[in-house]
């Protein structure tokens, strides 16, 4: 008798679907890892480096203070009672988490919540944005989710019927978008960003893509826009609004590297703030929002915290949102809180101040500097060209692979940059992604890279980042 589950009577949206972050070489990478452990010193390096996905604190970052000792003491509120507290946790997050505490119901950080999140929390979430944009925001249009991944994949849910919807997705884009439109039976339209300016974008191109996809019988039913981007970044800011509202189109902001901008001239604006400045109001444009407690300084990706906002949707659209958010029950407290507090830091003459400022500026300066190490690096060697890291957590290099180096990838039946990936794993135990899985020119080849390896770590893996580049050009030179 036929095994009853299969690879071939799985559901075909599911075998279509690739995440490249996770993919073929981080398992071998974990493969790599347990070996060091297993057999110390049979690999030609000590430790596998993880470069590939934005978990800054698997990488040696601090988690910020502030938050921690709130969430601390809200998951612990006994310690609140107790005399020695005051001498271990600051006064201001003694009283946030009190106030915090004072807006769930129950004081239980163990129980669900609200399927949106906590009104509290949302209400705190909400000041956030307006204090941020000068516009204001209502607790009822955010959505608090486990990251903003749960947040796009509701998007997904809810736009896409079939094949023949799709979403305007960036290239290269980050592959939750490709998988999730997949996952959910959608058609990806690709717009390519222009590597030339710095990874541009026009919207003679986005309107070229969206006549074509038309043309095909497509009803193309949003715009993804990453701001700033991941892997790369992008302005236009008030052209794509204007595109978006004559053209119909959902405006999907996925903003999570709002704190990541490393240019002194260039600072964040959201999508709705873009939107309201320049006159359209709540029902002119529907526009989502989102943002994660992963990236930023924070870089808390284990607690799986983060909020959609949404506008510009109608009520019946909008108890739809909340019918799927309610499958969910809710999204996990100890992110719900955290979001809070990203979107409502310490300020200027709380007691943690100081100390939160030193820590966020300490982080954001240095992954600056680490950035401008590795792009200096890759612009060095034979063969590669990096445009400069303006924001996010990331490298996006181009690689000119001799043509020898194409046939063996080939050969091995690989993607000629997963080929050199994997390569590169095999000698130095670093863990990129190829440019493949993120989308890419046709002909073109890439790595993307985090910048994320603490700073002290960053000479020896430029050290052995070249090693391998230069002698794998040498044994692939044409």
């Not at 921690?68 to 509120?77: F, N, S, T």
Request: charged content about 20%.
């Amino acid at each position: 008798m036929a095994p009853s589950v299969a690879v071939e009577n799985l559901n075909p949206k599911v075998l279509k679907c690739e995440y490249a972050v996770r993919g073929e070489i981080v398992i071998h990478a974990q493969r790599l890892q347990q070996q060091l452990q297993t057999q110390p010193g049979s690999l030609p390096f000590d430790e596998i480096l993880y470069c590939n996905i934005g978990n800054p604190q698997s990488l040696g970052q601090k988690p910020v203070t502030f938050f921690r000792e709130v969430l601390a003491l809200c998951d612990h509120p006994s310690l609140l009672e107790k005399e020695e507290t005051k001498s271990l946790f600051s006064a201001d997050a003694i009283s946030r988490a009190k106030e915090i505490l004072a807006a769930i119901p129950g004081r239980a950080t163990g129980a669900y919540s609200h399927s949106q999140g906590i009104k509290g929390l949302r209400d705190a979430i909400a000041a956030g944005i307006a204090s941020r944009d000068g516009f204001p925001a209502n607790a009822d249009d955010i959505f608090v989710t486990d990251g903003a991944s749960p947040g796009v994949h509701m998007m997904m849910q809810l736009l896409l019927r079939d094949e023949k919807d799709g979403i305007l997705c960036p290239i290269p884009q980050y592959p939750l978008y490709s998988a999730s439109i997949a996952l959910h039976g959608g058609t990806l339209v690709p717009y390519y960003l222009d590597e030339k300016t710095g990874w541009g974008l026009e919207i003679s191109d986005l309107k070229k893509q969206l006549e074509d996809a038309r043309s095909k019988g497509i009803d193309v039913r949003a715009l993804v826009v990453i701001n700033p981007g991941n892997p790369t970044g992008q302005d236009n800011q008030c052209d794509i609004v204007r595109f978006c509202k004559n053209e119909g189109l959902v405006l999907l902001a996925d903003e999570v590297y709002q704190e990541n901008i490393y240019v002194d001239d260039k600072k964040f604006n959201s999508f709705k703030k873009i939107a309201r400045s320049i006159g359209y109001g709540e029902d002119d444009l529907p526009l989502v929002s989102f943002q994660s407690v992963s990236k930023g300084y924070y870089g808390e990706c284990g607690k799986r915290g983060g909020y959609m906002e949404i506008t510009g949707f109608s009520a019946p659209v909008r108890e739809q949102v909340y019918k799927i958010a309610s499958v969910n029950l809710c999204s996990n407290i100890t992110g719900q809180i955290l979001a809070s507090l990203v979107m409502n830091p310490p300020k200027v003459g709380d007691e943690s101040y100081a100390a939160y400022k030193a820590e966020k500026d300490g982080i954001l300066q240095s992954l600056a500097r680490r950035a401008k190490a590795l792009e200096d690096a890759f612009n060095n060697l034979e063969g590669i060209s990096c445009n400069k890291a303006e924001g996010a957590m990331y490298l996006f290099p181009q690689i000119h692979l001799p043509q020898k180096a194409i046939e063996a990838a080939k050969a091995a039946n690989k993607a000629p940059d997963a080929f050199y990936a994997l390569r590169l794993l095999e000698s130095t135990g670093i863990v990129v992604v190829p440019g493949s899985g993120f989308g890419q020119v046709p002909g073109t080849w890439h790595i993307r890279c985090t910048i994320l390896p603490q700073e002290e770590k960053i000479p020896a893996v430029i050290t052995r980042f070249k090693a391998f580049h230069e002698a794998f050009m040498a044994e692939y030179r044409d």
